[in-house]
């Protein structure tokens, strides 16, 4: 018989003491703007510091801004130093939306216990709602994390017509419930279609159980009918 050929060893699991374990943290300088010049623009931190204790590295920065804000060119500062948006850094437009991407020719490498830092600039505008706006940021190290939901944080802002007067519904946060997220509408939409096809296949069943004998010659009959008017016509 012919040899079996070697079955491929499967992969080991990463031991948590070689993830990665980075901690991303973000803040914006203000609390309000305006959509007026002058008075629109927002300054932001990205700040991940390495947990671990020795060095490891960052591959990016994804950076999703508010509805309708702007990023502006060439405002970004990495680690003190200011930067050329060509060295790293990626635009990408989803309707009125930006995400920023930081990516390096190579990553980013943060000793034990050190900090990666990204400050930029952003604008309000004409198209920003009224009320709390949430910018997003998401790292993505080299290593497989140790955790990944440290590798995401979020701020609020708020956009009003007045900072100097911020209503009260302009300071609310806006509560998420299970219809405002995509994959939330999508089982909304599964269980809708699943109850209705169990209404109708117990109505279906109940009806055929009823059935009386007078019922059942009729709709035989009706069920011939229709299949020898099929066959004369074809």
């Not at 703007?33 to 020795?54: L, P």
């Not at 989803?94 to 900090?115: F, R």
Request: proline share 6%.
């Amino acid at each position: 018989s012919p040899e079996e050929e070697p079955q491929p060893e499967e992969p080991q699991p990463l031991p948590d003491s070689e993830k990665s374990n980075f901690v991303a943290t973000k803040a914006v300088g203000q609390s309000c703007v305006q959509r007026t010049e002058g008075t629109n623009s927002a300054t932001y931190t990205i700040t991940v510091k390495n947990n671990r204790d020795v060095q490891d590295q960052i591959a990016s920065v994804k950076d999703k801004l508010p509805l309708g804000f702007v990023y502006t060119t060439n405002s970004s500062i990495v680690n003190g130093t200011a930067i050329v948006d060509t060295d790293m850094v990626k635009i990408t437009t989803v309707g009125d939306t930006q995400e920023i991407i930081w990516e390096p020719s190579a990553p980013w490498s943060i000793p034990a216990g050190g900090t990666l830092t990204i400050v930029f600039q952003a604008t309000a505008g004409a198209k920003s709602l009224t009320g709390q706006n949430l910018n997003e940021v998401i790292v993505n190290p080299v290593q497989i994390p140790l955790d990944p939901s440290t590798l995401r944080s979020q701020v609020y802002i708020v956009v009003a017509q007045d900072c100097a007067n911020i209503t009260d519904e302009e300071k609310e946060i806006p509560k998420t419930g299970i219809f405002d997220s995509f994959i939330g509408r999508i089982a909304v939409g599964i269980f809708i279609i699943i109850i209705g096809w169990i209404i109708y296949a117990v109505s279906y069943t109940h009806l055929r159980a009823h059935e009386t004998p007078e019922h059942l010659v009729c709709r035989l009959l009706l069920e011939k009918k229709k299949t020898t008017t099929n066959n004369n016509k074809s």
